[in-house]
């Protein structure tokens, strides 16, 4: 089945940085990437997310880029707000099913 | 707003005592999923609903089932739930039309004493 792996495990960054965050996966054939935000106690809220037949989409301070020859997309976020502390998650999906990563942990510090 | 609602948000029950949890969507999708989190790790899907169609995932527990009685309610049912039970358990909701995209619910929590 597909394998997503995702670094770092914990980011923290000055507010007003950028955050970065990697993910590759394993099987060719997944086509659909989407990134999820999950705040403590809520469930994981989609922010973007980018299809196999495209490179790059951005939204506002948020953009994700895709290389499907390497199997690796990332998130990039831009102007980082204390807002912006939260789980993120990179997911691949394939057939019927996402495969998630570990998830990145984001603080942002004042 | 369309949404995807999920009760209890909190749930406490004993071990071995049944419990279910219930989810219910306003986007009309087809296929609605149930994932079980962890604490500081990702969701795990433990099966799917594609209209009526019930496909559980292979490493999921015969403790777990689901119903869903229609379109817009799906439910969970833990027949005798054990203290590595306890986790949050998010719903999911997609529309095959709509081109794969997965929108949770805010979980339940569920506590086992």
């Known amino acids: 089945g597909e394998n997503v792996e995702q670094h770092p495990s914990t980011l923290s960054v000055q507010e007003g940085d950028s955050a970065v965050i990697k993910c590759t996966y394993s099987?060719?054939?997944?086509?659909?990437f989407p990134w999820y935000k999950q705040e403590l106690g809520k469930g994981p809220q989609l922010i973007i997310d980018?299809?196999?037949?495209?490179g790059e989409k951005k939204d506002q301070r948020i953009a994700v880029t895709l290389n499907k020859t390497a199997k690796h997309f990332s998130l990039h976020i831009t102007e980082t707000q204390p807002e912006d502390s939260a789980v993120y998650f990179c997911?691949?999906?394939?057939?019927?099913?996402?495969?998630f990563g570990a998830g990145t942990t984001v603080t942002v510090r004042a | 707003d369309a949404m995807v609602i999920q009760n209890p948000r909190y749930q406490v029950t004993q071990f071995g005592k049944p419990v279910t949890l219930s989810c219910s969507q306003t986007?009309?999708?087809?296929?609605m999923y149930w994932y079980q989190q962890k604490s500081s790790q990702a969701p795990k899907l433990l099966f799917h609903?594609?209209?009526?169609?019930?496909?559980n995932e292979a490493d999921t527990p015969d403790n777990f089932q689901s119903r869903r009685p229609n379109t817009s309610f799906c439910f969970l049912d833990i027949r005798s739930p054990g203290l590595g039970d306890a986790a949050m358990y998010l719903c999911?909701?997609?529309?095959?039309?709509?081109?794969?995209?997965?929108?949770f619910g805010p979980g339940t929590r569920l506590t086992v004493l």
């Open positions: 999911a909701t997609s529309s095959k039309a709509g081109g794969n995209e997965q929108f």
């Open positions: 099987d060719s054939a997944s086509n659909y």
């Open positions: 980018i299809r196999s037949n495209v």
């Open positions: 997911a691949a999906f394939n057939d019927y099913k996402l495969s």
């Open positions: 986007l009309n999708h087809n296929v």
């Open positions: 609903y594609y209209d009526k169609d019930f496909n």
